[in-house]
T-cell receptor, first 112, second 118 residues
Framework: AQTVTQSQPEMSVQEAETVTLSCTYD???????LFWYKQPPSRQMILVIR??????QNATENRFSVNFQKAAKSFSLKISDSQLGDAAMYFC?????????FGAGTRLTVKP | GAVVSQHPSRVICKSGTSVKIECRSL??????MFWYRQFPKQSLMLMAT?????????EQGVEKDKFLINHASLTLSTLTVASAHPEDSSFYIC??????????????FGDGTRLSIL
């Protein structure tokens, strides 16, 4: 079974600084998708960024970018110029063939 | 964009009550919907996969007789927590897969239901 590991239960960053959240996963598949979701206190699941495994280029969305290392099965999220509104739980997710699995999550605190 | 509506958003009821949660895809057809459970400060755990017109597929350890899933149409799946007890209190989230895959997301999430059993 596919597993997703987020080894940082909590992270903290100063406003305007950069923070990187780690994620590793285990799979025997070659074609899959990886996601980072943000879950604020409202508990909504908000898609932050997505990466297709067949693409070598790292995905970017404004202040959010990933470092996708397929051989190492690593998928970290970098948040640049952190804002107070970035504070939330962040979940890394693996998706393949109708099956989505989530990591345990990282709680990000942004200090003003 | 695609929207999934989950209702109700909050339920508080007495032990022994059966609770029904609805998950609707508003502007797309969803042959497959998913039900997740999330305990405080924990991740989303998949409970079951709901397939339109057929029986749901439950994850290991999830009681089929306790968590009844019905997916009678391409836009609606329901989760009924039968005879709920305090240990069933949790946050339940549904998601739906767009058959046409028009979005960059494989699943669209509802806003969740907070269930509290007294």
């Amino acid at each position: 079974a596919q597993t997703v590991t987020q080894s940082q239960p909590e992270m903290s960053v100063q406003e305007a600084e950069t923070v990187t959240l780690s994620c590793t996963y285990d799979t025997s598949e070659s074609d899959y998708y990886l996601f980072w979701y943000k879950q604020p206190p409202s508990r909504q699941m908000i898609l932050v960024i997505r990466q297709e495994a067949y693409k070598q280029q790292n995905a970017t969305e404004n202040r959010f970018s990933v470092n996708f290392q397929k051989a190492a099965k690593s998928f970290s999220l970098k948040i640049s110029d952190s804002q107070l509104g970035d504070a939330a739980m962040y979940f890394c997710a693996y998706f393949n063939n109708n099956d989505m699995r989530f990591g345990a999550g990282t709680r990000l605190t942004v200090k003003p | 964009g695609a929207v999934v509506s989950q209702h109700p958003s909050r339920v508080i009821c007495k032990s022994g009550t059966s609770v029904k949660i609805e998950c609707r895809s508003l502007d797309f057809q969803a042959t497959t919907m998913f039900w997740y459970r999330q305990f405080p400060k924990q991740s989303l755990m998949l409970m079951a996969t709901s397939n339109e017109g057929s029986k749901a597929t439950y994850e290991q350890g999830v009681e089929k007789d306790k968590f009844l899933i019905n997916h009678a149409s391409l836009t609606l799946s329901t989760l009924t927590v039968a005879s709920a007890h305090p240990e069933d209190s949790s946050f339940y989230i549904c998601s739906a897969r767009d058959v046409q895959k028009r979005s960059n997301q494989p699943q669209h999430f509802g806003d969740g239901t907070r269930l509290s059993i007294l």
